[in-house]
């Protein structure tokens, strides 16, 4: 029987047959995927991969796929954009129970809802950009308020003119009558028209991984990703993770003033007024796509205070590590990094639903964004129900499926590290927290295996790693999307102690490949 053509992905699919990952599975649960085998028989396959991070309750929990029948045969309302959405706010008011345990005085924050990760970061960007050019706005009413009330000032005599103008370029001498003052502030609005124009900024970090839209992609550092789209959107400024002198000098050249007036002592006095220029920070708190890399306490602190200085907002995209994934609902929380805004997706549908969502601390909140920014399916009926119960099941009995994503995910670390141990030739390191975790090998492009050395310097390591794992051992990893040669483990809560067991004969069997170069069997399992 002819294969049928592939429409969808051809390439990728195509890719992913030479490696024997082209697997069509009909079934999932907990963390197997099945496939049916030449007999029509299920075959179970160890899903480490946990859909990119959208199964910390693993396939199909079944308290989510009965709610979601029951939604459907309700005849619960999916779509009835513009009317209210209680459900949607019972979200918001877990999510700020959650805000307020995990950062105690957190203000509350409102919740924007967004259909996918990297649309919840745009959605971040947005509200930063909207919320600066009402800053800017209100800047200059107020410079413009200021020079009014100098004026009159200066008519009524209740104000003398100014006697240095040294702030303004160009060699403006010190206006000596009513019209020259009012030559000097058409000269002071000019040059702030001129700062006006500067473009926004904002920071994001090297290795950074926020999406893959046409605006988020700027934001995500690996140019494979990135470059080909870069015209079509703002240059982001990368700085180098856990470096806060570095982010405090690339910021401060970003600077820009405006200059206004003011009456001090009875002189009109020009005074130079910080311009937002500064748009935002994006910042994960343990990078994932870029290779599990977590941001120190000390840089969390530091930027925070940094951003305080010229109001800039700290965005923390929790889309990979939040929903309990690192034992805390939000792995901010964790080094004390306190954002204006959080980005959560993945897990928030539960594993069935589409959905995430943008907090924003409410005196940070523009409430006007609501009339600009929207989408057909965000905050449908459904998704947020099911988010709603997602989150119910996470914060049952204390929030015990943290405490058990941080138990899990210590018992595989342990195992890892003791495979490093066992292993130092072909484990370069084992990176993660919760599970959330990378398992990166040594490089092996000077290998003495040509098949092997040839993978590596292909850059596909990890996939003919991951094939192996696969095809001899049923078990399904994932890479990142910067590291060639690590490994993403991101399984469920549910992981149990003989399926980690099935990681680390599989884990073994792939270290004594790699120790022996055995390339045929690496090849040919
Ligand atoms: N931010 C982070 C930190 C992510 O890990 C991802 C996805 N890997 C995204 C944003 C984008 O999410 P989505 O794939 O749902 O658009």
Known sequence: MNAPTRYAEALLTGMLGAFGLDVEYVRAEKNSLYYLDDTGAEVPVLDLVGGWGSLMLGHNHPEIVAYAKELLETGWPVHSQHSAHPVADQVGAVLNGIVGREFPGAEPHSVVFANSGAEAVEAAVKHCEFDRVLRMKSLFEQIEWNADVALTALREGAAALPDDTSLLPGDMPAPTTVEEFGALLGAVAAHNLERAATAPVFFALERAFHGKLVGSTQFTYNPLFRAAFASLGREVCFVPPNDAAAFEDILSEHRVTVLDVEVVDGVITLVEREFPAVAGLLVEPIQGEGGIHALTPEFAARIREICDEVRCPIVVDEIQTGMGRTGTFFASSAIGLVGDA????????????????????????????????????????????????????????????????????????????????????????????????????????????????????????????????????????????????????????????????????????????????????????
């Open 342 to 525: 959080y980005v959560l997706g993945k897990s928030l549908g539960g594993g069935i639903a589409k959905t995430s969502a943008m907090l924003v601390r409410q005196s940070r909140y523009r409430p006007e964004f609501e009339l600009v920014h929207s989408s057909t399916f965000a905050k449908d009926g459904f998704s947020t129900a099911v988010a709603l119960r997602t989150l119910e099941l996470l914060e049952v009995d204390d929030g015990a499926a943290y405490d058990r994503a941080a138990e899990r995910g210590e018992r595989i670390l342990a195992m890892l590290r003791e495979l490093a141990g066992a292993y130092p030739d072909v484990v370069a390191d084992v990176r993660g927290k919760g599970l959330l975790i990378g398992l990166e090998f040594a490089d092996q492009s000077q290998a003495a295996s040509p098949v092997i050395r040839q993978k590596a310097l292909a850059g596909l390591l990890v996939f003919q790693l991951g094939s192996y794992l696969q095809l001899a051992h049923h078990i399904r990893t994932g890479p990142t999307a910067s590291v060639p040669t690590m490994l993403r483990i991101e399984p469920s809560i549910y992981i149990s102690d003989e399926e980690i067991d099935q990681l680390r004969t599989g884990l073994v069997d792939v270290c004594e490949i790699l120790r022996h170069q055995d390339a045929l069997t690496l090849i040919h399992p």
